[in-house]
């Protein structure tokens, strides 16, 4: 973390603090937030209200650690009950601006002079509020005791806040800081947690200040200035109107810079309820844009929209050796060449637009294209050995993934020039499906590494004009279910659900799929959409898109189309005959 990041994440973490103490972060029991059981008849994560009690008298010290993790978990959120488990010194002084751990499950025993805190299946939070990377894992707590008025406290409590996963789950919630991109052309997503409150908008502003985390960064990076600080805090009037009050620094920006600048802040803050407008305001006088306006919104900033313009509902598939349009229950070849018997694909792939489509032949070593779906000719666009499903991003690239004895070799297909791309951690595995993020910055791919699913995410990095040219390095996403006993298998396809979300297709059993939900960055997000039952079949295709208004798809092994309903049921949807189905990247 650069010395920047750290300084401004520290200032973020004791916003955070401030909202734990003044007890405005109340979060309201049902909401976005997928929430597990809790283990604990003492943790207030699962209540309306939970004020933890103090310690009793007499305590020894490891009833006196076990009693402050309880009240780390009051609600609403303050640090005000578990202040009265710590000495005099340390009361006055604690500030857990190290971020927050989040862990399973907990132990405390006393060895000699030390209290020892073992934590497990324990993740980090930064300061910034941005998940750590990696699996979860132990952390042992030193605690010292001291003796004040003849009672036990603690004199060196953690840095960190720290909090049951249940609770974590259901009293923070994921947003997302929107930065542009290198080439300015997109908004590129960052997930974050904050304890919901007065404070929110705030801390959401402060993270925008921060910048990008470092891996992000590499392809990503803030309108705001380097070093414009916001003085005090954000308020939101009556009108819905977020006032954000901003250093001098906003000035130094251009006019085109500003309102780039503007787009960040209305993106990211009207994820905060009641927040419909922006306003920048420099000592008390509001920031004018080069047309005269001084409030924005997000409709202002749709030409940067992370899912991209234009249509992204069309539906094609492949059936009796023709694409086809799907409406509803009904399959129509479409008009050109691709509409004829003859070409016998696999795969394909339909540019966002609803206009070029791309196709892979049946034997996997040829990719088709033409202009349009309409076209009444198609070319041969590249040669392969096993190429997967293709993808189109949002620049118009294409990207195929060849499938060789030496594994996967990664190809990007621009203005008719073919690259190889190399994805530490990808490149030369063996690769059984990938997809390219709508904001063209995160290449996923699903690992084929038998009965145990695994999914690897890379950043994306580009030239000056959108090419692109490496990884950055990638990570391993934990792919797990919501309810723990289900068994998951190796996996099958995936896609991107949400800009920052993807839907991992996986097969338990020969005669069983199910589909899970992954954090492109290994956090628990906002999981929003129900996790669907177990499809009773083998579904080999997924059909998704970051569109919400769409609905989930599967295409089984017998070429029946099957949609997903609110209620996480699989249902069919009337269409059959298919080899594979795709929406619009």
Not at 319 to 341: C, L
Request: glycine share 10%; proline share 6%.
């Amino acid at each position: 973390m650069s010395r920047l990041r750290t300084l401004l994440a520290t200032c973020l973490g004791i916003v955070v603090i401030a909202t734990l103490s003044t007890a405005c972060g109340l979060l309201p029991d049902a909401g976005p937030v997928h929430r597990q059981d809790s283990t604990s008849d003492t943790s207030g994560a699962d209540q309306t209200y939970f004020y933890p009690p103090g310690p009793n008298p007499g305590a020894d010290r490891v009833s006196i650690a076990k009693g402050f993790l309880v009240a780390m978990e009051a609600n609403p959120l303050n640090t005000a009950a578990a202040r009265a488990f710590l000495s005099e010194h340390a009361g006055s002084s604690w500030t857990p601006s190290g971020g927050t751990i989040v862990y399973d499950g907990s132990s405390v025993t006393q060895k000699g002079a030390t209290t020892l805190m073992r934590l497990s299946g324990a993740h980090r939070v930064d300061a910034a509020g941005v998940w750590q990377r990696g699996p979860a894992h132990r952390i042992t707590v030193h605690l010292k005791m001291t003796r004040e008025h003849g009672e036990w406290r603690i004199e060196n409590p953690s840095s960190a806040l720290v909090v049951k996963s249940s609770y974590f789950q259901a009293r923070f919630a994921a947003y997302q800081l929107y930065f542009f991109d290198r080439g300015n052309r997109v908004l590129v997503p960052e997930t974050v947690y904050a304890p919901d409150g007065q404070l929110t908008a705030s801390t959401l502003v402060r993270g925008l200040l921060v910048g990008p985390e470092p891996r992000l960064a590499t392809v990503a990076h803030s309108a705001l200035p380097t070093g414009t600080t916001l003085d005090p805090s954000v308020v939101v009037t009556d009108r819905g109107v977020a006032e954000v009050p901003l250093s001098a620094d906003i000035l130094k920006l251009s006019p085109s810079e500003r309102s780039q600048a503007l787009v960040e802040l209305a993106w990211t803050l009207q994820q905060v309820p009641g927040i419909q407008q922006v306003r920048v305001t420099v000592d008390g006088s509001p920031l004018t844009l080069s047309d005269g306006r001084t409030e924005v919104g997000a409709d202002d900033g749709a030409e940067f929209a992370p899912t991209g313009l234009g249509p992204t509902r069309d539906l094609i598939g492949i059936r009796n050796g023709r694409v086809v349009t799907i409406s509803g229950r009904t399959a129509s070849p479409v008009a050109g060449a691709f509409g004829k018997r003859g070409l016998l694909l696999r795969s394909l792939a339909l540019e966002r637009s609803g206009r070029r489509i791309v196709g892979v032949a049946q034997n996997g070593t040829i990719a088709f294209t033409g202009a349009s779906v309409d076209q009444a000719r198609v070319r041969r666009m590249f040669t392969g050995t096993d190429l997967l499903r293709p993808r189109i991003d949002g620049s118009g690239t294409v990207w195929l993934v060849d499938r060789t004895s030496q594994g996967a070799v990664v190809h990007a297909i621009r203005h008719g020039h073919a690259r190889v791309v190399r994805l530490p951690g990808i490149s030369g595995q063996p690769v059984n499906s990938f997809a390219i993020s709508p904001d063209g910055t995160r290449f996923a791919a699903g690992i084929d590494s038998g009965i145990r699913p695994r999914v690897v995410v890379d950043v994306l990095r580009r030239t000056a004009a959108g090419s692109p040219t490496r990884g950055s390095g990638s990570i391993s996403l934990p792919i797990t279910s919501y309810d723990p006993s289900h068994k998951l298998g190796p996996v099958v396809d995936l896609g991107w659900r949400t800009p920052t979300m993807l839907a991992v297709l996986t097969r338990p059993t020969d005669g069983t799929s199910r589909v899970v939900y992954a954090v492109d960055d290994g956090s628990p997000g906002n999981l929003t959409d129900t996790e669907p039952d177990a499809f009773q079949g083998k579904a080999v295709d997924l059909v998704v898109n970051p569109d919400n208004d769409t609905p989930l798809m599967l295409v089984d092994a017998s070429g029946r189309l099957e949609r997903l309903d609110t209620a996480g049921k699989w249902e069919a949807a009337g269409v059959t005959g298919l080899i594979a189905a795709t929406y619009a990247d």
